[in-house]
């Protein structure tokens, strides 16, 4: 079984900063891309950013030049640094992971149980 655990949300002032994390544990071959979604009240779960196992990386378009995705493969561990953040940025904030169990290309998709981040401003 495969776990997502995140840590780093909270309250924070509009145009501060936070940085989550996020480490993955259980019995993995590898992890393909590991990534952030997030979900306000009343809207749907949309992408934030993600990363490849190669370092390759993927933005919304609302949080491009303020939050920044990255990852260490050795420790399973994906972050997400958040700049300027706005009263918008305002959700629950999740961990998805794209893993293989085996060597076998098949592809699992894990979620953490989600942070909140409040940004008032």
């Known amino acids: 079984q495969v776990q997502l655990v995140e840590s780093g949300g909270g309250l924070v002032q509009a145009g501060g900063s936070l940085r989550l994390s996020c480490a993955a544990s259980g019995t993995m071959f590898s992890i393909d891309a590991m990534g952030w979604y997030r979900q306000a009240p009343g809207k749907q779960r949309e992408l934030v950013a993600d990363?490849?196992?190669?370092?390759?990386?993927n933005y919304a378009d609302s949080v491009k030049g303020r939050f920044t995705i990255s990852r260490d493969n050795a420790k399973n561990t994906v972050y997400l640094q958040m700049n300027s953040l706005k009263p918008e940025d305002t959700a629950v904030y999740y961990c998805?992971?794209?893993?293989?169990?085996?060597?076998?290309?098949?592809?699992?998709?894990?979620w953490g149980q989600g942070t909140q981040v409040t940004v008032s401003s």
């Open positions: 990363i490849t196992s190669q370092g390759s990386t």
């Open positions: 998805n992971g794209k893993v293989r169990i085996t060597p076998i290309p098949r592809v699992y998709q894990y």
